[in-house]
């Protein structure tokens, strides 16, 4: 660094003395330029666990668009909503995200509006909404409930990997009889890399 310092306080007296001390001064040069170009674009050094660190925040915001930490959240708002038809897998709600490793978490809570619960309640956490299954490894759980509660699950710690920009859904599926039983369901979605 007091090279450095040297050549950039005194710059004429490193050129003086002829090509010899021009080379170091031009080598010297490059050196600086690699030491700004490594400030300025921080993001593509690479190394070890123990040489690189992660810049994290003073204040209580989440990490911007790209960034580890990045935050996509989305739920029904306090509202309740249907579900889907009897014994068919049906997206609660769906938030969008860009390419990324993601880990998820959903939370549904049930009322059985009057309706007749004839098995389980299912929830997943995945990228195919509509009628099909959840189908992602380790994203789909099943709780039995009783015929008259009211219920709720949370699903935590669902890895989804998107290459592309896609969605993420919280699917559920449920079966009933006389009445359409409703919920109410969020979904936290954050980036992990």
């Not at 040069?29 to 070890?48: C, F, K, L, R």
């Not at 580890?68 to 909503?81: D, R």
Request: glycine share 10%; net charge positive.
């Amino acid at each position: 660094m007091k090279k450095i310092l040297f050549l950039l306080l005194v710059p004429s007296l490193s050129l003086a003395g002829g090509p010899k001390y021009r080379q170091k001064d031009a080598k010297l040069q490059d050196e600086i330029a690699n030491i700004y170009h490594d400030i300025a674009n921080p993001v593509i050094q690479s190394g070890t666990a123990e040489s690189l660190k992660i810049l994290g925040t003073t204040t209580n915001d989440n990490a911007g668009e790209g960034y580890i930490g990045q935050v996509m959240s989305t739920s029904t708002a306090g509202n309740f909503i249907n579900c889907p038809a009897n014994a068919t897998w049906g997206t609660a709600i769906s938030t969008t995200a860009t390419a990324g490793d993601w880990t998820c978490d959903g939370h549904i809570q049930w009322t059985t509006n009057g309706a007749t619960i004839a098995g389980n309640y299912y929830m997943a956490i995945n990228t195919t909404g509509g009628t099909s299954a959840g189908t992602t490894p380790d994203s789909q759980v099943a709780v039995l409930r009783s015929t008259t509660d009211d219920s709720s699950m949370s699903l935590s710690g669902v890895r989804i990997k998107l290459a592309s920009a896609g969605t993420i859904y919280l699917q559920n599926f449920c079966q009933y009889s006389v009445a359409t039983p409703k919920l109410y369901a969020s979904l936290y979605c954050r980036r992990a890399r």
